[in-house]
């Protein structure tokens, strides 16, 4: 167990590191353009961080203690899919009916 003390001051630190990082961008940045270099690199900020937080929860999940799951990896494909035409609510909506269905039949069957 660690100690409180150390736990608070840890997690002081923590916080004012936090919004040190997010104030270099809203207090430094916020009444001036950025540079195109920077524009530029931003615009592929989400395109890679929604892979890296949904690839391990679609390879590895905690549900299937880390057994790759048929059912993940179908609703991914028809998310991917649907999300391709630029409608993402629907890629959400379509990918989760078909994660519950695919599980329903996997256990119906089994």
Known sequence: MIDPKTFWIVTALLGIGSYLIRYSFIGFWGDRQLPDWAQTHLRYVAASVFPALILPALLWPKATE???????????????????????????????????????????LG
Not at 75 to 87: C, D
């Open 66 to 108: 880390g057994e790759i799951d048929p059912a993940r990896i179908v609703a991914a494909v028809v998310a991917l899919l649907v999300a391709r035409t630029g409608r993402v609510t629907t890629a959400i909506i379509l990918g989760m009916a078909t994660l519950y269905g695919v599980q329903w039949a996997l256990n119906s």
